[in-house]
């Protein structure tokens, strides 16, 4: 298997504009994380998702911000409009059994809002 | 809900010598404690995980504790080498109810 993929790696872009970052999990993975690290608050779990339903959405800062799981292999993470403060490298990660499995982390993608 | 501080934020170690990370968290339910190594621009990658029923567990150079009566766990690298050189964070769940927590992560170099 090749692993969680997430695309794109590097994303640059300015204030206001939408990003759109997306995962594929690992198949027969059943649940899907995104999570988002910066220097000061360390790796914070954005949203959790369990056979594509959203079941933990508390950490997803505010509105501006929206995942959805479509189907069992894909994801994405949508920042509409971007804020420089969204500056951050955003992991995807899937295991096969929720809260207390091995979590298998995405390479990230790291964005960069100007 | 639950809070992890982890400690200490760097270390610096010469190779061969032991490293200790610690990390304390503050939901007595707590009882999945998994410990994840992030090399320079890679992923977070699971080490060893702990679950409240044991109170050690070894694999090679690395052993994790735990005591959950002072609620607290620690990672035990014994023998450094270059290649053990990364950010490790430490994480704690309630089986099922609740997410993973990281701690902050603490930078270890291990100097040749």
């Known amino acids: 298997d090749a692993g969680v993929i997430q695309s794109p790696r590097h994303e640059v872009t300015e204030m206001g504009q939408e990003v759109t970052l997306r995962c594929k999990p690992i198949s027969g993975h059943n649940s899907l994380f995104w999570y988002r690290q910066t220097m000061m608050r360390g790796l914070e779990l954005l949203i959790y998702?369990?056979?594509?339903?959203?079941?933990?959405d508390s950490g997803m800062p505010e509105d501006r911000f929206s995942a959805k799981m479509p189907n069992a292999s894909f994801s994405t993470l949508k920042i509409q409009p971007s804020e420089p403060r969204d500056s951050a490298v955003y992991f995807c990660a899937s295991s096969r059994t929720g809260y207390t499995g091995e979590l298998f982390f995405g390479e990230g993608s790291r964005l960069t809002v100007l | 809900g639950e809070n992890v501080e982890q400690h200490p934020s760097t270390l610096s170690v010469q190779e061969g010598d032991s490293a200790v990370i610690k990390c304390t968290y503050s939901d007595s339910a707590s009882n999945y404690f998994p410990w994840y190594k992030q090399e320079l621009g890679k992923r977070p990658q699971l080490i060893i995980d702990i679950r409240s029923n044991v109170g050690e567990k070894k694999d090679q150079r690395i052993a994790v504790t735990l005591n959950k009566t002072a609620k607290h766990f620690s990672l035990h690298i014994t023998e450094t080498q270059p290649e053990d050189s990364a950010v490790y964070f430490c994480a704690a769940s309630n089986s099922g109810n609740t997410p993973l927590v990281f701690g902050k992560g603490t930078r270890l170099s291990v100097i040749a």
């Open positions: 998702f369990n056979n594509n339903v959203p079941i933990d």
